[in-house]
Structure formats: structure tokens, C-alpha cells
T-cell receptor, first 115, second 107 residues
């Protein structure tokens, strides 16, 4: 089984709808992240959480919210979806390692289309 | 936010070494350099990371300059399956990925 899972894998929705993307991990990591990727571009950080009680905005948090329900679960919500939020969304996890490194492990992604 | 600079694209012949450069001039003293790759639209895959010393694992080698302002990822014997976008990241966690280098390995 995959260590980092994302649901749904594909979603088509309409402008104005509320959408939730879910991420679960079995790696036991404290840190979790949500990224967005537009076609041909790199990943941009939306939100990150270093533990259950810690939530931080990333580079592009406007229009998004998150919930860290447990160590293993981190959900991303689009309160009122708009077409320019059409993108590929990735969840990642990591843990602070001995020596201070922090390697991220990514889920398979959710392809979201907003019509 | 921390930023890195990578060439947008590179080609490499199959079986030859692929050397991918990265500039990370804003890296701070205790930040690691990480390399990931993304094949098609799959989730990025970790390759290697380093702080000061050169590193090698089963996938690649990482050469970091003495001033730590740049590094080179080396795939010693590139295969067609190494065709991907390669990302260099300074620091971790709060770092946004740049646009990376698209490596195309040709027969």
C-alpha cells in the first residue's frame, strides 16, 4: 500500500462549489504539506503543518483552507472554487531527521478541474 | 522564500552521465540542498540531499561547492527512464519548488 494517499484522484466541479481534497499517510510523519502545480510549472506551497496544532500559510494560500484532523490526515478545502484553481494538487509528508534534514514524500496527486 | 536557479532543459545520451547544475546562492549555513524528480505528472520522488559534503546513493551523486552556493546532481549512467523534471530545493518544508530542469535522455 502507498504511504501517502490522496482522494479523490480526479475531480471535476463547477465554479462556486466547495471542494475538499484529502490526504492520508501511514509514514508516521509529523509534517504535512499541500502543493499546487499548474501545467509546465513547478510546485507552489499552499499550506503546511508541522504538527496537529500547527498550521501555516504558504506562498499561495488565498482561496484555500486546511484542516489537520490527526497526525495522519491533512485536508485541503476550496471554499468557493474558481476556474483558475484548476491544477494538479499534491500532498507531501516529512519528518525532521537526525542531523536536521527533512525529506519530503509525495502522494500521487489530485487533478482538479473547475468549470 | 528561498530560490534556486536551474537551466530549463538538458539532453543526455543514454548510458552517459547526466550532470544537472543548480545555483542556490541564498542558502543559509544549516540548510540542506535536496533534489527531487517528477516523471510526467506523478508525485515528485526524492533523489538525494546534502549539507556540505558530497553525497552518493544508489540513484545519484551530489556535488556541493565549497561555498555551498551551487551543486550538481550526477546520474552516472542515464537511462530512458531517467527522463523527468529535476528539482533542486534549498532548505525544506517551507520551500516552493521552482520550474526545475527537464532532462531528456535520448537513445
Amino acid at each position: 500500500d502507498a504511504d501517502v494517499t490522496q482522494t479523490p484522484r480526479n475531480r471535476i466541479t463547477k465554479t462556486g462549489k466547495r471542494i475538499m481534497l484529502e490526504c492520508s499517510q501511514t509514514k508516521g510523519h509529523d509534517r504535512m504539506y499541500w502543493y499546487r502545480q499548474d501545467p509546465g510549472l513547478g510546485l507552489r506551497l499552499i499550506y503546511y503543518s508541522f504538527d496537529v496544532k500547527d498550521i501555516n500559510k504558504g506562498e499561495i494560500s488565498d482561496g484555500y483552507s486546511v484542516s489537520r484532523q490527526a497526525q495522519a490526515k491533512f485536508s485541503l478545502s476550496l471554499e468557493s472554487a474558481i476556474p483558475n484553481q484548476t491544477a494538479l494538487y499534491f500532498c507531501a509528508t516529512s519528518d525532521l531527521e537526525f542531523g536536521g534534514s527533512d525529506t519530503q514524500y509525495f502522494g500521487p496527486g489530485t487533478r482538479l478541474t473547475v468549470l | 522564500d528561498a530560490k534556486t536557479t536551474q537551466p530549463p532543459s538538458m539532453d543526455c545520451a543514454e548510458g552517459r552521465a547526466a550532470n544537472l547544475p543548480c545555483n542556490h546562492s541564498t542558502i543559509s549555513g544549516n540548510e540542506y540542498v535536496y533534489w527531487y524528480r517528477q516523471i510526467h505528472s506523478q508525485g515528485p520522488q526524492y533523489i538525494i540531499h546534502g549539507l556540505k559534503n558530497n553525497e552518493t546513493n544508489e540513484m545519484a551523486s551530489l556535488i556541493i561547492t565549497e561555498d555551498r552556493k551551487s551543486s550538481t546532481l550526477i546520474l552516472p549512467h542515464a537511462t530512458l527512464r531517467d527522463t523527468a523534471v529535476y528539482y533542486c530545493i534549498e532548505g525544506a518544508g517551507k520551500s516552493t519548488f521552482g520550474d526545475g530542469t527537464t532532462l531528456t535522455v535520448k537513445p
